[in-house]
Every structure is written in structure tokens, then in C-alpha cells.
């Protein structure tokens, strides 16, 4: 009653701001009618994205909607993506700011949320060169088949002990990823240190990122700050952050601490170089909050998105076995019998492994909805005219699934990949995982090797069944999760050591 008794004392306030909000109607995207103040909010559903798809499949490509006061730009077909992502990659390549973003960037003093500035280019030349360059790919390989190798015996130990029991995959992934992540970007070995509950780390991920990726009416109301307040949004977005930040102080004190050899190579030992040495070159000074930026994208989007990715892999494997046997059957031909392990020279040797991740891609984009765009000038997408300072949202979801792009959308077919000449690297617009142009992933590569060792490992070394009673149809296939959607049933398979 609280909520509503604010929201009739701010309606004339709300109305008023709503009329500046508008853009003018020439030769504007069509789009559902909204409702006065709040817009089309009402029309969405739990999952953004899919909601999106719907009202797409009425309107268009190119869509105006409104979210509360403010006008946003849905864009749903790869010629549409293409505009925006190459034709116009300069004038919108910024960001909005929202409240959740700026949270959790630290004041947008990250990569992945910065607005278009001198900022954005000095982190993002920083993180390339720190962490995602060909060199450091390369010299963080070791880590990447360490703990892969670390993954198999935790699997083999579990099939050993309890030859019929399942293994829950999400939580066996999750460790993965983030020791990995965790390692290379900030020198910190989990399983070695004692203030990280493993167990822990997964549920942190998960609710950071779903508190990021969170609506919070002061984005679309001029005084939507008020309910947030009142409807408990602000508590439970600072709440989320404070978790967050102490896990952030407790790897920097740990790191400190600790001390690192003379040649410093993860990305909090170059950055507390970087803040307690003046810069000679330029005014960028790189800041605490710099560095907590870096670190939260690195952390969130590293470990998320790699192992949210492997995880609908290996569930649609599962709802798919003629395509687990065949892509099995491939590697163990390839790779040959009774290795002892698994390393980054054997991903180039099976193909059809790639063709299954990018058909994943596909139906299961990490984030549906790209980052946000904001752009910085007029410009003319599929002719319509976008407004400067238009919030720009691409539907990847609707992409993957588009008939005009891929036949039987629908179905899990890995072989439509095959000699198609689509990836998912940002040059052909049927496939944006990692997004395209000046705002494209910067770990990309990184992300990838890990997605394909692991899955390369858990499927040379192991046959996996569903549990016992259990039939495809019984697969959960729900999803969760705000901005990253993840699988929302934990998925528990059978492991078996291979026998040759």
C-alpha cells in the first residue's frame, strides 16, 4: 500500500518528465503502445529476452519500446545487428549508466560498462595487454591444463567411490572456471588459500550477477530511487555488492600478503604498480576503484559466462546422445587411446567439437540481450531514424533462432556449421556470443580455451548417463538469471571411466 500511496504522489512529477522523454515520432521504429509513465514494462514477462522475441515476431527487426520514461531500441535481425555493431560501431559504442551497472563497476571505472571515454580505452589497453594478449594466452596455458587436470580427478574420484551415483556438473564447472579466472587474473590459488569456501563462490557469482543485470525503477522513473527504497531494491543491490567488495578485499589483502615473485604477472600485481607509481604520459591515473572494476569484470563475466556455456553443452549432449556418441567417438579416434592427459595442442584436432560449442552458442547466448548501447549521435538503422543518447538492446536470442538465418531453428543440429563459413567471433552477425566491434569481449580467446578443454576432458575420459529412472524427456530445461542465463535446474550426470 506504501508503494502505491508513493507512486500517486509522484504520477504528476513522472508525467511531466515523461513528455521530455519522448522522442519525436518521424520516421521513428514501430512498436507497441504503452501505457502512460510506465511504457511497455507491463508486457514484459520474467525473462526479458523472450518477451522481446515475442513482440518482435509482431512488429519487426527494429522496435521503440519504452521502459518507463525511456525510449529503447530493440533490434532483432542480424542486418540490424550489423548496422549498429560495424556501420555505426563508433556512434554507439557507449554505454547507458544504470544503477545496478555503476554498483557494481565501482562507479563505472570497469571495461565491459564504461561509457565511451578516455577511461574505457586506458582500462580496456590495460586488461588487453595485462591479461588477454596472445603472450599471456599463451603463458597462462599451464594453469588452464592444471586445473583441468584437477577436474578430471575430482570426476574419476566420484565415479570410483559411487560408480552409480551422479555428479552435479554446475558445481564441478563453477569450481573449475573460477580457479581458473581466479588464477591468471589475480594470482590467487583457491585451493591453497583458506578464506574461499569453493562451495561458496558459485552462489556469489550467480547473485552478483543477477543484482547487476537487476531492473531498478531510478533507471526509468525520474524518482524511481524512492521505490526502489521502499520496495527493498536498494537494500538488496547494496547487500549483494558488500559481498562482493569483501571478496574482493580479502584476494587484494591475500595477494599483498603473500607476496609475488619480481615478475609480476597477473593483473592486481600490474595495477598497484600502475596506482602507486605516477603515470608519467598523459592524465589517466589508474585508482583503487580501477582496479575493483577490473576485477569484477573479469570475475563475473569470466567465470559465469565460461561456465554457464559448458554446462548447456553438456545439456544438450544429453538431451542429444547420437550427438554425444558421435562427437565421443571423434575425439577418442582423434586423440587415440589411454592418454594420460588432455592439453590446448589437441583442441585444434577436433573440429566437430567447435561445431557443437558454436550450435550451442546459438540456442543458449550467454547474455541473450548484448550489453547495452548508447549512442553518441543521430544515426539511421534499417532506415528508421535513432535518436542521440538512444539506448540500443540486441536480441541474440532472436538471432540464433531466426529461420531466414538457420533452418530448423529450433533443433540442436551441430552439423549446420559444417563448411559455413559463421563463427562466433564477431564478423558474421547470425552469432554474437561475445558481441562485435570496439565493445567486443575482450576475453574471448581466453574464454573459449577454457570451454574447450574442459569439455574436451569430460568427454574423452568419461561416458556420461542420465541418473537412474531419468529419461531425456525429464531434462529440465527452465532457465535463470537476469543478465546471464543460466541453466536453473542443477544437471546431475552418470560418469563412467572410458574403457578402451
Known sequence: MSIFICFLLLFPLLLIFSKKFLPSKEKLPPGPTGLPIIGNLHQFGRFLHKSLHKISQEYGPVMLLHFGVVPVIIVSSKEGAEEVLKTHDLETCSRPKTVGTGLFTYNFKDVGFAPFGENWREMRKIMVLELFSQKKLKSFRYIREEESELLVKKVSNSANEKPTSSVDLRKVIFSYAASIICRLAFGQNFHECDFVDMERVEELVLESETNLGSLSLADFFPAGWLIDRIS?????????????????????DDHLKTGQPQD??????????????PNKVGSFKVTDDHLRGVMSDVFLAGVNAGAITMIWTMTELSRHPLVMKKLQEKIRATLGPNKERITEEDLEKVEYLKLVIEETFRLHPPAPLLLPRLTMSDIKIQGYNIPKNTMIQINTYTIGRD???YTKPEEFIPERFVDNPIEYKGKHFELLPFGSGRRVCPGMATGIAMVELCLLSLLYFFDWTLPEGMTIK?????????????KKVPLELVPTLHRW
Not at 269 to 277: A, E, G, H, P, T
Not at 474 to 486: C, L, N, R
Open 264 to 277: 609480476h604477472s597477473d593483473i592486481i600485481s600490474v595495477m598497484l604498480d600502475m596506482i602507486n607509481k
Open 474 to 486: 525429464d531434462i529440465d530445461m527452465e532457465e535463470d538469471g537476469s543478465f546471464v542465463i543460466a
Open 403 to 405: 529461420p531466414k538465418n
Open 232 to 252: 527493498g531494491q536498494h537494500s538488496r543491490l547494496n547487500k549483494a555488492f558488500a559481498k562482493l567488495t569483501t571478496f574482493f578485499e580479502h584476494v587484494i
